[in-house]
């Protein structure tokens, strides 16, 4: 599963930046009820508020989580934010990866690896939150840590591109689209209402190498789960093959 939280804010003044917005055990809890609608095995979060924020989370949808911040410039700015994930599966290895870094003020975007152990097999989730600007250069940092790794490699995140941007296209020749490669009643309508609350459009992925993982189904989070950021909820079903 992948959601982009909004640091806890939930859906409220959706086109204001949610680090200005107030965060509340009720909307963490509202987070937390979203995922255990879909009782994922890993969630690869994005606009993670702190490492605390994804303890509270960890601890009211009684999963792990690992938390890697986005690089410490924005601290100068009074602020942090981040990624993590939430996982139930045996944790061998983590690591944080620069996708983008700004050298003058330190700021960018940070990947947050993992490898996990499922079925006898090692497989390496990589969870991005990539930023609107300079998308190549952080592909291609992408691209170069994939082929550093030992298969399978699995995207999950918020890539800031609608499934037609040209700055995904090299992906094709890696990894597919789980939503595409499930086709089901369930994969179409996400196709169609999109990750985006209120706006329509995608912008958050799971994408698997099709020769190694079949996926039996993808979709949004439950309606009453869809308003618990500006983002929807996205899951697939995958097995190894």
Not at 148 to 175: I, K, M, Q, W, Y
Request: hydrophobic residues 40%; charged residues 25%; aromatic residues 8%.
């Amino acid at each position: 599963m992948t959601l982009n939280m909004r640091y806890g804010s939930g859906s409220d003044k959706i086109g204001d930046p949610g680090y200005d917005l107030p965060t509340s055990p009720r909307k963490l809890q509202a987070i937390a009820e979203a995922i255990r609608s879909v009782d994922p095995d890993i969630v690869a979060l994005q606009e993670v508020r702190n490492q605390l924020q994804a303890e509270n989370l960890a601890r009211l949808t009684g999963l792990n989580c690992v938390y890697a911040s986005h690089p410490l410039g924005y601290r100068l700015f009074f602020f942090e934010w981040g990624l993590a994930f939430l996982y139930r599966l045996e944790l061998a290895e983590t690591a944080g990866r620069s996708m983008l870094i700004d050298r003058r003020t330190g700021v960018g975007r940070t990947g947050l690896l993992c490898r996990i152990s499922s079925s006898g097999a090692m497989i390496t989730f990589i969870n991005v939150h990539f930023d609107h600007d300079k998308k190549k250069s952080q592909m291609e940092n992408l691209l170069r840590i994939i082929e550093e790794l030992p298969p399978p490699v699995c995207l999950l995140g918020d890539f800031n591109c609608a499934p037609d941007d040209p700055h995904l296209t090299p992906l094709a020749s890696r990894v597919a689209d789980t939503c595409l490669l499930a086709d089901t009643e369930s994969s179409r309508e996400a196709l169609t209402t999109g990750t985006l609350v209120g706006k329509g459009g995608r912008k958050d992925y799971i994408w698997v190498p099709p020769r190694c993982f079949s996926v039996r189904e993808a979709g949004l989070v439950a309606e009453p789960h869809r308003r618990v950021s500006d983002h929807i909820g996205y899951w697939a079903d995958i097995s190894l093959q």
